[in-house]
């Protein structure tokens, strides 16, 4: 799990293994302790590194949104 604070919100990158040694991209958001989104699967990659960043994408992506949905 990666976490990282953005915009005054917590986001999360989760790396699920998976059968063929994948990993699926799952993303959550919080804030104050209350989860306000959490993603369904984002995507399958072969490496742990890149599931967790592309969550962590999906996450700041979504804030950016919560805070300027032009």
Request: net charge negative.
């Amino acid at each position: 799990m990666s976490i990282e604070k953005y915009r005054g919100y917590v986001v999360e990158g989760f790396a699920k293994p998976v059968e063929g040694g994948m990993f699926e991209s799952l993303g959550r958001v919080s804030r104050d302790d209350n989860v306000i989104a959490e993603s369904d699967v984002l995507e399958s990659c072969a490496r742990y590194g890149d599931a967790q960043a592309r969550a962590i994408q999906w996450a700041q992506e979504y804030v950016d949104r919560l805070e300027d949905p032009r």
